[in-house]
């Protein structure tokens, strides 16, 4: 049996509002693929094409559909004096920020030809990034009852380099994670990231002396996708 494909787009610099529109097409066309092959024949049926799409965005903070909007800390006035923007969406998840520095990586599988678990889909997400950071020599690690991943779990000093947020449907995914590679963390502070008043944020760059390339981070997340997936990932 063939290794699922993985489509990968690099969106590079794009607006959140732009990337979610294209993240919602592909999403609604792997939802009627999928559906219109339930009536096909094996010889039929369409091929269904999942993505991986890469991008990074201008200031915008999320609210996911179990968030509260108290967790945006400043007014619609003090947004738009810091050209921030701010969308309520359809993931899971809190208020989290997205923002220049930060690697955002939005995964539309079909995981019924992966697996059938949203727990597990999220704990391989956590996964490949762990990994990611233990190629620079950093321990990040899952945080029991919390998505993403951290530093220094159970201690004082944790906090989360990566945030994870996603929404599926018939068993099809979008949204995903946001790695903290060189952003500003001072954007944190104008919110309660995640919905979690008790814990700071963190990035690569201020963990490292060294900061490796978002390219040569992307390729890490890449490798260590399809590994984690037992994909293959082909780059548009």
């Known amino acids: 049996m063939s290794k699922p494909r993985v489509e990968v787009i690099d ?9 979610w529109d294209i993240q919602q097409q592909y999403f609604d066309e792997l939802v009627a693929r999928k559906l219109a092959n339930r009536h096909k024949n094996d010889s039929e049926k369409e091929p269904l094409i999942h993505y991986l799409l890469i991008c990074e965005h201008p200031h915008v903070y999320t609210l996911g559909k179990s968030g509260k909007i108290e967790h945006l800390l400043i ?9 921030i923007q701010y969308f309520p969406i359809n993931r899971g998840g809190d208020i989290t920020y997205h923002g220049p520095g930060q690697i955002v990586g939005y995964p539309i599988l079909d995981l019924d030809d992966f697996f059938t678990d949203i727990h597990k889909y999220l704990r391989y997400l956590e996964e490949i990034i762990i990994n990611v950071l233990a190629q620079y020599g950093l321990k990040g690690d ?5 998505t993403g991943v951290w530093f220094d779990v159970g201690t004082e000093k944790a906090r989360k380099v990566c945030a994870m947020g996603i ?29 979690i008043a008790d814990k700071a944020v963190a990035n690569m760059a201020q963990e490292l002396d060294m900061l490796p390339s978002r390219q040569e981070v992307v390729q890490a997340i890449l490798t260590q996708f399809e590994h984690q997936f037992d994909c293959i990932c082909a780059k548009q």
């Open 11 to 19: 969106l590079g610099w794009i607006g959140f509002k732009e990337a």
């Open 75 to 83: 007014s619609q006035a003090e947004l738009e004096a810091q050209g």
């Open 142 to 146: 899952h945080s029991k009852g919390e």
């Open 167 to 195: 929404k599926a449907s018939r068993w099809v995914t979008m949204h995903g994670f946001a790695l903290n590679h060189s952003v500003d963390l001072k954007y944190f502070e104008y919110i309660v990231p995640c919905g």
